[in-house]
T-cell receptor
Framework: EAQVTQNPRYLITVTGKKLTVTCSQNMNHEYMSWYRQDPGLGLRQIYYSMNVEVTDKGDVPEGYKVSRKEKRNFPLILESPSPNQTSLYFC???????????????FGNGTRLTVT | GNSVTQMEGPVTLSEEAFLTINCTYT??????LFWYVQYPGEGLQLLLK?????DKGSNKGFEATYRKETTSFHLEKGSVQVSDSAVYFCALQGNTGNQFYFGTGTSLTVIP
């Protein structure tokens, strides 16, 4: 089954303790991206990747890191989490972003992160 | 810059009522426009899309027309069902193709 898999689904951590949220897709997609969803703000793009070893900042990259060493994986790293990073996070992928008309974004089911 | 504004919710309708969710956008150039739907506990799924002025996207009885003159992409459905209860997001893809901008989402509840 074609899917985007995020882990974990729920995560509670403390300020400053490094964490990684994993994202994996099995569709051979070139493009992957991370979003955070907050009430009243909708989804905001954190980082995106056009292909292996090609990443760039979205609208809200501060406090986050990403890497794209393999095509299928795009982990989100919070090196020193803070309470304002408490949010619902989504990973998404598409075959090629520039061809989104024929290749829509496929989303994972989300990771709810709480930083205390 | 690019941005999307959609009507505040929540919206509650009776089954078979007409639905409109307003969406307007600000963008440079000619963005592609989308509606995504999010069911409880799930990620977003593409509902419909349009890439140029006057295009009409449609799917599952939902429709939206890309109106460049009013910079709008309103979502409509003639007769909603209980199963349509979800959160709906309007989105645009920026000119570079790499960045996507989403509205704040509109929660729809359809009651029998």
């Amino acid at each position: 089954e074609a899917q985007v898999t995020q882990n974990p689904r729920y995560l509670i951590t403390v300020t400053g303790k490094k964490l990684t949220v994993t994202c994996s897709q099995n569709m051979n997609h070139e493009y992957m991206s991370w979003y955070r969803q907050d009430p009243g703000l909708g989804l905001r793009q954190i980082y995106y990747s056009m292909n292996v070893e090609v990443t760039d900042k979205g609208d809200v990259p501060e406090g986050y890191k990403v890497s794209r060493k393999e095509k299928r994986n795009f982990p989100l790293i919070l090196e020193s989490p803070s309470p304002n990073q408490t949010s619902l996070y989504f990973c998404a992928s598409s075959l090629r972003a520039v061809d989104s008309y024929n290749s829509p974004l496929h989303f994972g089911n989300g990771t709810r992160l709480t930083v205390t | 810059g690019n941005s999307v504004t959609q009507m505040e919710g929540p919206v509650t309708l009776s089954e078979e009522a007409f639905l409109t969710i307003n969406c307007t956008y600000t963008a440079t150039g000619y963005p592609s426009l989308f509606w995504y739907v999010q069911y409880p506990g799930e990620g977003l799924q593409l509902l419909l899309k349009a890439t140029k002025a006057d295009d009409k996207g449609s799917n599952k009885g939902f429709e939206a027309t890309y109106r460049k003159e009013t910079t709008s992409f309103h979502l409509e459905k003639g007769s909603v069902q209980v199963s349509d209860s979800a959160v709906y997001f309007c989105a645009l893809q920026g000119n570079t193709g790499n960045q996507f901008y989403f509205g704040t989402g509109t929660s729809l509840t359809v009651i029998p």
